[in-house]
């Protein structure tokens, strides 16, 4: 346990958290993955390029630096980040690893500011943060489906959209069950590359009785093309095996929500068709508001128009009508919000709700990146 002296210092350490966070945190990730190449194996080396990863660690540290006296209070994120852990397979021997590399990027960045007081608090308080994401974590590995990675055939690939296909997968040796709203974590070996590449596709509805279905967009172009996402669009194909880790993630309908409000953007969608189909037939009130580019990015052409038959469905293809805004959600003030989509859109969207008097908790999100990177 901290004395209140250390936690005084931690408080006290919390402007320079704001103002040094990231720095820290890259600094971290460089000399982590130099002395543990073996790490690459896990990370998404594109969330590190792009700054995600760094300032979602970053956050959440400054989170718990806020919280000292009632670290309780950061627990939703915990089991949020303890989902994605649990899918990439984070172990608790890991954590002393990213503990002491944290702690050398402190010393390094605030370079003599780190006083021998400081270190002595951050070396303790991570191991108090450690095992609540331990803790949290233990939990999960027992009541995940299976362990670890498991190979699934791949047995159908459809072509949703320009740049979206569906996979349906099989692995007739487990059992499992999923949630709407829940993703699946792949790992793949993409050509010339020296590492596994992890990547957590949303699920796209929770009949399995054919197979576990998930879609994936192919990400950018050229140069910045996303290495996982083009693999699998143009390499994985029928007949092939992927390794997939059991369904995670708390990106899920709460049952006593009656007024559904759903808004997806691009292939953020996909999590949302897994929810409405679970949400119909419970009686509920379900609007869709769905914003694509183009009728050539719309994926879910079939199943969306057979929806408007049952709830209703607004396409707003943002090219020929505008984006959506503030406006376009003011009637629905009463219902809960699910929303997914990249992480500019999700970022406008929620100031779009809360200008509109939307609460926080009335908005439930899932951002296809590291949460946490997100200002609300
Ligand atoms: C993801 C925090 C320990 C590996 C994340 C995210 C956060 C985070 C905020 C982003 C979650 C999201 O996508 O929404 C933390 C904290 C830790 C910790 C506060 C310590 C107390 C670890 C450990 C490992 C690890 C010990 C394994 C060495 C990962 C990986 C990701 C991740 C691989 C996915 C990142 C990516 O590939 O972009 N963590 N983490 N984390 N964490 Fe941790």
Known sequence: ?????????????????????????????????????????????????????????????????????????????????????????????????????????????????????????????????????????????????????????????ELLSDDIVRFTVKNDVLNFAVRAGQYITVKVKPENSEYDALRHYSISSIDTSNGLQFAVRREGKGDEKGVVSHHMFNELNIGDTVEISAPAGDFLLDPSDDHLLFIAGGVGITPIMSMIEEALGNNKSIKLIYSVRNESELPFKEELEALKEKIDVEVRLTHEQGRLSGKDFRDYIEHSVYLCGSMDFMQSMIHFLQDEGFEMDQINYEPFGPKMSISI
Do not use: C, S
Request: cysteine-free.
């Open 1 to 157: 346990m901290l004395t209140e002296q250390e936690k005084d210092i931690i408080k006290g350490t919390v402007p320079v958290l704001e103002e040094y966070g990231t720095g820290i945190t890259k600094t971290f990730y460089r000399k982590m993955f130099e002395a543990h190449p073996e790490l690459l194996n896990m990370f998404n080396q594109t969330n590190q390029k792009v700054g995600d990863q760094p300032e979602a660690l970053a956050k959440t540290v400054l989170a718990a630096a806020r919280h000292i006296d009632n670290l309780e209070a950061i627990l939703p994120v915990v089991i949020g980040i303890g989902h994605k852990h649990r899918a990439l397979n984070v172990k608790p021997e890991h954590y002393p690893i990213v503990g002491k590399y944290l702690l050398e990027a402190i010393k390094h960045v605030l370079g003599p500011n780190a006083t021998e007081d400081i270190l002595i608090a951050w070396e303790k308080y991570y191991g108090q943060i450690a095992q609540v994401f331990i803790d949290v974590e233990k939990n999960m590995y027992k009541e995940a489906d299976w362990d670890g990675f498991q190979p699934f055939e791949v047995i159908n690939k």
